[in-house]
Nanobody, 124 residues
Framework: QVQLVESGGGSVQAGGSLRLSCVAS????????MGWFRQAPGKEREGVAV???????NYADSVKGRFTISQDNAKNTLYLQMVNLKPEDTALYYC??????????????????WGQGTQVTVSS
């Protein structure tokens, strides 16, 4: 049974930093694309950053240069380092895994497994 558990969310002021973590279990971590998605109130869930086992990455334009996705295969853990946070980054952040995506896609339809989410709130 695939399980994804996020942590690391919180409340920060604009310009601050946070690091999100996602611990995965129940499958071979390195055979999946892993990604971070977010959903703000009243908006659709959107892809933020995705990474493959070969280290290939893809970022949403809105976070390029500010967010960095990484993974520790030995710990089955996915990370999202976020710096220079903005109020528009406020959302519920989800970790997701895909065994079907042909590339590090930001399209949520490719992702079959999801965590419960961790809240990030950025105040101005």
């Amino acid at each position: 049974q695939v399980q994804l558990v996020e942590s690391g969310g919180g409340s920060v002021q604009a310009g601050g930093s946070l690091r999100l973590s996602c611990v995965a279990s129940g499958y071979t971590f390195t055979r999946y694309y892993m990604g971070w998605f977010r959903q703000a109130p009243g908006k659709e869930r959107e892809g933020v950053a995705v990474i493959g086992s070969a280290g290939d990455r893809n970022y949403a334009d809105s976070v390029k240069g500010r967010f960095t996705i990484s993974q520790d295969n030995a710990k089955n853990t996915l990370y999202l380092q976020m710096v220079n946070l903005k109020p528009e980054d406020t959302a519920l952040y989800y970790c997701a895994a895909s065994a079907r995506a042909p590339s590090p896609s930001l399209a949520r339809g490719w992702y079959d497994y999801w965590g419960q989410g961790t809240q990030v709130t950025v105040s101005s």
